[in-house]
């Protein structure tokens, strides 16, 4: 098996497509129900997940931030109608819009 760090540098690595297509192909990844949106949970999964992958240097630099309060900031910022859903429009568009975001969710490929 791989772990989740492993998984996302070989998708970086071997794939090919515009911003918007590994964006797509990201929000399909965190839609973890597959029910076509992101809810505050699955956020916090994504969240949990990215912090656990980084490890104690990611907790020095966010000592102030709890990657709970980190998933609701994010998912705030994506909500853009304020529905408590994330739709893939919305989450391509914000991130899109906000280098510091894709950095948040996407910190391999940096």
Known sequence: FIDFKEFL??????SAGSPEEKLN????????DGNGVIDPEEMTKIVNSIYAMMGP????????ESPQERAESIFKRMDINADGRVEMKEFVRCCLDDQKLIGLLTPLSQ
């Open 9 to 14: 540098l070989a998708v970086d690595v071997t």
């Open 25 to 32: 192909w990201a929000f399909k990844m965190y839609d973890v």
């Open 57 to 64: 240097n990611q907790a020095l630099v966010d000592q102030y």
